[in-house]
């Protein structure tokens, strides 16, 4: 049977891996036990009986279940299972791994797959992004990404030789033209053979500039089909989404409609894999906790319809995920009691707040659910997303109005994408930048150029923009090379407003794939990621909000010039509970030249804060007790300390979280996975109060 026929090809895949891991699972719990071993066999098991369920392997799927039943009694518990309980859980293994066995077969003699009354034939379940075999595809294609890189560098000695084969031909052309004008007998001969000589040189050397044409022009074919095939189009997951939802629609007997956006973004395989596994979580939750019956709904004045919209979007350097229902939104009270049943919170103690609550819901095992089905009850589904946002160095959130709806958000960082961007010249050194940020380009004069260099505005409809050359962002610190004079200005939209930057000439756009840049390559805060070039040169990839914070630091609203010598910065407070991010931070500071005082939590802080004069507060969000942003809020609210300065550094990386800073007071938002050591120190020159 051919491969694209066989509905269950990469569910045996994706079966052996969750096995091992099962096994392995039960093994490691029978020596030892306790919450971390049992919560990762029932996040396996949970996802084996999804996957089962979606291929019809119902025998897989229940046995799966019962060793979920097994296990959740033992959730929270320290004590070793019962031997009769480890025995039947083995048992059970025994039997998965026995099912799944018996679909290894000859590719030309499947069993049927059975199909329920009423459901999608298995030949339609949509084969999943990201696979043992696929992520492996994509380190064969990283190796030849690489090994055509190495290639095309390899072709500078080979147009060099083109070169040279010309030089030759124009120089027995010389030899020949000197022959003809010459006198005597001999130069009838040596003549002769000069132009045969120069005939010769230019054949070759033409065969062998069309050689190299060629081949360049293969390879960057090659490259290009290489990077198309590493990069998914996000709409491959949205399938089995769809699938998920009507499933779980009609075991639940609901009406419910599934939208999705943003199919057409590119990105690596290895992170919709794992985010496809962990949004079928969330759909299915969006409909079993979030969508109504028809009648509740229309007695609410909702369209009888349930609606769950997945949505997907590049934002910067970040890729989102959101999941948005039109629900009833969070039980809150509901989810109040269980934790309190749980212990998490104390029983008739002051109501948390709805933040508080979610972020129960976000360290997992809670459900609102009263009782447990194939698809609900058991808290597992944002513990799963949780745990590929940790997986993946994200952040997720959830954003719930009862009676309206819930948003669940998942912010990754991305490690490569597809984008169309424009390449810009500044003093020599050519970049790109992202095409979905530009707003205009605008060709300046030499006068018009130096006014808004010298004032620091460009005029851009009606209104005053924010002015600075780019080649003084990029040689920050250092000596502008001599360049053209700035022949155009890109303006730039940013979440802080619309900026503009110089440049010596606009070099038209292209299609690109970004990479991060490595680890040991430090760079501006202003320089996103890298891509490669035609010629397998990399190409700096700006950062347009880098870029937006280094124009409005320097932004005056005047003429620039030099300032006296500024007087000694005051002390910085660190507030952190975290003894490793305090040391860092303190190094930091202190290799730099600031005095600075720790502080372990947020009260502390505070209570240090009214005893001492300081300069700038740097500090972290989640913290025990009161957080960092309430910390904020209470300096903001004091007439003494509300001067300070505060720079929150944190692990959360969403728009939300940043906007929250923001409201609070903060001046300056640095996430702790992009953490830049000369970013920080120049947020903190730039705010800190001097005595």
């Not at 009838?188 to 500039?209: D, H, I, K, W, Y």
């Not at 229902?325 to 104390?346: H, K």
């Not at 990399?538 to 500024?566: C, I, K």
Request: hydrophobic fraction near 45%; proline fraction near 7%.
């Amino acid at each position: 049977m051919a491969e694209g026929k066989d509905p269950l090809r990469y569910f045996r895949i994706e079966a052996r891996e969750l096995i091992d891991q099962i096994s392995a699972g039960v093994l490691d719990l029978d020596q030892r036990a306790g919450p971390e071993p049992v919560a990762r066999l029932l996040r396996a098991a949970h996802t084996l009986k999804g996957a089962a369920r979606v291929v019809k392997q119902k025998e897989i799927a229940d046995r799966a279940h019962s060793f979920e039943d097994v296990l959740v009694p033992h959730r929270t518990g320290e004590t070793p299972l019962p031997a009769e309980e480890m025995r039947e859980l083995l048992r059970l293994n025994d039997e998965i791994a026995a099912y799944v066995a018996a679909l290894e077969r000859p590719p030309e003699a499947p069993p049927p797959v059975p199909a329920s009354p009423g459901s999608a034939s298995p030949g339609s379940v949509p084969e999943p992004v990201d696979t043992p075999t696929h992520r492996a595809a994509t380190q064969d294609l990283d190796d030849l990404l690489d090994a055509i890189g190495e290639t095309n560098a390899r072709m500078a000695p080979l147009r060099a030789g083109c070169a040279t084969f010309d030089r030759l031909q124009r120089s027995a052309e010389q030899v020949a033209e000197q022959l003809r004008l010459g006198r005597g007998t001999a130069t009838g001969p040596a003549r002769a053979a000069a132009e045969r000589l120069a005939g010769q040189l230019g054949s070759a050397g033409r065969r062998f500039t069309d050689a190299v044409d060629q081949i360049e022009r293969e390879l960057d074919d090659v490259r290009a089909k290489a990077e198309g095939l590493r990069l998914v189009p996000v709409g491959s997951m949205f399938t089995a989404m769809r699938r998920a939802v009507r499933d779980a629609a009609d075991g639940e007997g609901r009406r419910v409609r599934f939208a999705a956006r943003g199919a057409g973004i590119r990105m690596g395989a290895h992170l919709l894999g794992p985010v496809s596994g962990a949004f079928l979580h969330v759909v299915r939750n969006a409909v079993v906790h979030g969508i109504e019956p028809e009648d509740v709904r229309l007695t609410a004045g909702k369209p009888a319809e349930g609606t769950i919209t997945v949505e997907v979007e590049r934002r910067g350097r970040y890729a989102v995920f959101r999941c948005v229902d039109d629900g009833r939104g969070f039980d809150l009270d509901a989810l109040r009691r269980t934790a309190e049943a749980r212990g998490l919170l104390p029983p008739g103690g002051p109501p948390p707040d709805i933040d508080e609550l979610l972020g129960l819901v976000l360290q997992g095992g809670i459900s609102t659910s009263p009782s447990v089905t194939e698809v609900s009850g058991r808290g597992i589904g944002m513990d799963a997303v949780r745990e590929v946002a940790a997986q993946l160095q994200g952040e997720v959130s959830v954003r719930t109005t009862p009676g309206q709806g819930t948003t669940v958000e998942l912010v990754i960082p991305l490690a490569l994408l597809a984008m169309t961007g424009l390449i810009v010249e500044a003093a020599g050194t050519v970049a790109t930048l992202p095409l979905d940020a530009v707003r205009a380009c605008v060709r300046l004069s030499a006068e018009e150029a130096a006014a808004a260099a010298a004032g620091g505005r460009l005029i851009h409809e009606d209104s005053a923009a924010p002015f600075l050359p780019l080649a003084e962002v990029l040689y920050a610190g250092s000596v502008v090379p001599d360049a053209p004079a700035i022949g155009a200005a890109v303006v730039v939209n940013s979440d802080g407003g619309v900026f503009a930057v110089g440049v010596d000439r606009l070099a038209g756009t292209c299609a690109l794939v970004a990479r991060p840049l490595p680890d040991l390559a430090p760079a501006s805060a202003v320089i996103g990621s890298v891509a490669v070039d035609a010629d397998g040169n990399p190409r700096l990839v700006l950062d347009p909000q880098g870029l937006a914070d280094e124009v409005f630091r320097s932004d005056t609203g005047g003429v620039r010039g030099a300032a006296a010598a500024p007087a000694a910065p005051l002390p910085i407070l660190v507030v952190d509970d975290s003894l490793t991010t305090r040391m860092l931070e303190r190094s930091i500071l202190e290799s730099a030249g600031y005095e600075v005082d720790l502080a372990a939590s947020g009260e502390e802080g505070l209570d240090k804060a009214r005893a001492r004069d300081y300069g700038l507060f740097l500090t972290d969000i989640d913290m025990p007790g009161i957080d960092g942003f309430t910390f904020v809020a209470r300096t903001r609210a004091d007439p003494r300390l509300a001067g300070v300065p505060a720079i929150m550094v944190s692990s959360r990386a969403s728009a939300a979280d940043r906007d929250r800073g923001r409201e609070a007071g903060a001046s300056a938002y640095v996430v702790k996975g992009e953490f830049d050591q000369e970013q920080l120190l120049a947020h903190i020159r730039r705010l800190v109060v001097r005595s």
